[in-house]
Each structure stands twice: as structure tokens, then as C-alpha cells.
């Protein structure tokens, strides 16, 4: 017996949160990280939405996760929240957070890529192929590396952190299709962000995060800033999304990829007087078109968009 499909306002909703909230993290970590060292307010953040939405789990009956399970999901949260996050959270201090979702846009090439490498890959077809060299055509241009930051050029490091971070994301996202995982997406999410929140906790004391906290000198939005990050951005966000996949297309729920960074140059334009210039504008326009390519020429020869197994943004299609 078939379950009813949603009514349209319900997917009109979901979808209209999906854009506005994983597009606003951006701006949410771009403010935490003004008071915050990087890696220890990641770190928190997944801590704290792990341990309740396990919590949550719990209180429903959800079976322990066994030794395997925690394995795997600590492996895809280390790739996804320490690389995939940790690192965009890391380049948000020096870069707009707008800028840092447009190059997080191309997220979804990389994932193209690590599948055409990974054991028994498929290879892109030319379209793809050409959407690729779309992609990476508008990162160049919106990072301008023949002009120097103070001329309208992106921080060499800040943009390397980000495009790693896509890296990473792509390994953990066809990582998590072939592990062990839990079955249960809400208890695979809690176990990565658990997992993730280590790795980040170790990284934060290795740059020595630790040693430059001051309470005392946080401010009141940045904490304002990680309250939505774990409540809005991770409980919020992800579970909208599992429910998404559940009920649209993998076509329709893989939207948030190209909405999202168009939302977090509006909002950081807005709320932050970030610069927008006729470059941002262009740069963004080709990066868009080439993950509007990628994601229509997959889900034709039947490639769903992996699903998001944990929250980051944006995230690529995430990392915030």
C-alpha cells in the first residue's frame, strides 16, 4: 500500500525552508566565528545537535547503534563536519559568506568526480564533462587570482580551504553510500555529528582554538548566531530535508544546491553590507547553470543526488 503523496503547500513549505534556512548559515557562521575560534564553535555545534537528536532517538525507542555503525558514521561525520564544515568555517573569517556558498556551489562537481574515481565509478558523460569545466570557469573568475585581495581578489588560503572542503564532502557523501551506516537517517546524523564533533574538538586543540576562547568576550549575536546554527541549521534543516527525500523527486529536493547560494549572497548583502559586484553576479549566474546541468543530466540516467546523511551547510550543495 502506497503512502498519499503530500499536499503541495507541505512541499511548498518544506522547500521554502530548506532554501532560506541552509542558505542562511552562511551568515550564521560568518557572524559566530567574529567572537568564536573556528573549529571549537563547529565543534559545539555538532556536539550539541548530535546529543539531542540522539536524545530525541532515544526517548522513541531507537535501537543502539552498534560498534560498526559508530565506525562508520564517526568516518563520513570526520569527512563531511571536520573537512566539509570545519574548513568552510575555518575561510568564513576572511571571506564573505556569501562568496563562500557561491564557491561552495560547486560542491556537486567534485561529487561527479570522486564517483567517476571511486572502485566501479561511471564515467560523466560529455555534458557533464562540459558542466564541470562550466563550474570550475566561474570559481576562477569569482576568485580572480590574477588580482590581489585588495583589488577584488579572494584569499588564496580561503579559497584552497573551501574547495578541499568540497573534497571532502564529495568523499564522505559516496563514502556513506557504501558503509555500514545505520538504516535510520535521523540516527545516522545524530552518530556523524557525534563523530564529526570529536574530530573538530581534537583539531580545535591541535591549532590551539582552546587557548584564544573568551567567554567574556563573545557576543551576544554570535551566540545568538550558534543557537541557530544547532537549532535552525542542523535540527531544523536536516530533518526538513530527510522528509523531502522521502516524499519529492530527488530532482526537486536537490534544488537547495542552486537556490541556496543565490539566498546567502542576498542575506549577506542585506544583513551584513557584504560587497556584490557585477562579478559576483556573473561568476554566479555560470556556477549555477553548471550544477543546474550537473543535477539534470544525472537524475536523467537515473543518478539521485546523494542525499544529505549530516548537516553542514551548505552547507555543498554543503557544507554550511
Known sequence: MTSPAPARSSVIIALATIYVVW???????????????????????????GLLLLLFLGLRGCRRPTLRQWVDNTIIGSLL??????????????????????????????VVLTEWIWPGGQRPTAGILGALLLGLAGVVWLA??????????????????????????????????????????????ALQMLGGSFGLFLTAWAIGDFTQLDL?????????????????????????FVWLMKNVSPALASTFAYVNPIVAVFLG?????????????????VIIAAVVIITVQKNRRGLAVPPRQAVAAADAGKSG
Open 144 to 189: 580572480a587570482p590574477w588580482e590581489s585581495p585588495h583589488n577584488g581578489g579572494l584569499p588564496f588560503n580561503g579559497v584552497a580551504a573551501i574547495l578541499f572542503a568540497c573534497v571532502c564532502w564529495a568523499v564522505g557523501s559516496i563514502y556513506s553510500r557504501h558503509a555500514k551506516s545505520s538504516p535510520d537517517p535521523f540516527q545516522a546524523a
Open 23 to 49: 542558505g542562511s548559515t552562511y551568515l550564521a557562521i560568518k557572524v559566530a566565528v567574529e567572537t568564536m575560534p573556528p573549529f571549537a564553535m563547529a565543534a559545539f555545534r555538532f556536539l550539541i545537535s
Open 216 to 240: 567574556a568576550a563573545i557576543s551576544a549575536r554570535s551566540w545568538w548566531a550558534l543557537g541557530f546554527l544547532v537549532s535552525v541549521g542542523s535540527l531544523v534543516g536536516f530533518s526538513t
Open 81 to 110: 563536519l571536520l573537512g566539509g564544515n570545519g574548513l568552510v568555517v575555518w575561510a568564513e573569517r576572511i571571506i564573505d559568506s556569501g562568496i563562500t556558498a557561491l564557491l561552495i556551489g560547486i560542491g556537486p562537481l567534485f
Open 269 to 285: 548583502w542585506w544583513l551584513l553590507d557584504e560587497a556584490v559586484s557585477a562579478r559576483t553576479f556573473g561568476a554566479a549566474a
